[in-house]
């Protein structure tokens, strides 16, 4: 059974959702970042994927706090990225009580300190983020995008152990308009010790069934938890 992965976007302190990763098409929910947190740790949710939209434009985290008062409230594990640019930022993504730390950025730019984090904390703890529009890794929030594929960025990390992988593909992200089936399955046949998680697209259970039949591991679902596409309850009976 694919498991289930819901998230929440965090701009000042709030839960939000932006479509193609575009901070100028920004809608902000009035459930708080904790009360989400919350309902899903009460169906039955294992874990919660967390981003901080604010740090990934600062390049530091930027809402520590809401990490720190959902792991002290939950028994969720927590997948945090957005602003891990350093050693510091993930030491205290980890102290806040994150259980992996997802990183983009950094690994484009800063390869050696990926690689170096992948050793030290464990493969299962640090998480490549590639974020891709039109072939090409993005970076920065998605305000930048790179000269490098998926597949170099996977293959240039593969060598130290790289286990898991969340690909966000950012022409989907937010637009409910279902995921790059043929992407993801590509990506997990052409890699099978690398551990896939989709991201971006997801409008329905019937888009997560199809991905289940394809033998994807995990997907994430936000837009369509906060739309009412996907209802709490459905998560209850796939969780």
Request: glycine share 8%; charged share 25%; hydrophobic share 45%.
């Amino acid at each position: 059974m694919i498991e289930i992965i819901p998230a929440i976007d965090l701009i000042d302190g709030r839960c939000v959702r932006l479509s193609q990763g575009d901070y100028a098409r920004q809608r902000t929910y009035d459930a708080s970042p904790l009360d989400m947190a919350r309902r899903f740790a009460d169906v039955g949710i294992r874990r919660l994927h967390l981003v901080d939209l604010d740090g990934a434009k600062a390049a530091r985290p930027c809402n520590l706090p809401v990490l720190e008062a959902i792991a002290n409230a939950t028994d969720l594990d927590i997948e945090w990225g957005g602003g891990i640019k350093s050693r510091e930022a993930l030491s205290d993504v980890f102290s806040a009580g994150a259980g992996h730390a997802i990183c983009g950025s950094v690994a484009v730019r800063q390869p050696d300190d990926f690689r170096a984090w992948l050793t030290e904390f464990g493969a299962q703890r640090i998480i490549l983020g590639a974020d891709i529009r039109e072939g090409r890794v993005a970076v920065s929030g998605w305000q930048e995008e790179s000269a490098l594929t998926i597949d170099a960025l996977i293959d240039s990390f593969l060598p130290d152990g790289l286990a898991e992988v969340i690909c966000t593909d950012i022409s989907r992200d937010g637009m409910l308009a279902g995921p790059s089936f043929d992407l993801y399955t590509r990506l997990q046949n052409a890699y099978p010790q690398v551990t896939f998680t989709v991201s971006g697209g997801i409008s329905s259970m019937d888009d997560i069934r199809r991905l289940d039949a394809l033998g994807l591991p995990r997907v994430i679902v936000g837009k369509a938890l906060y739309e009412s596409r996907i209802t709490l309850r459905e998560l209850t009976l796939n969780s």
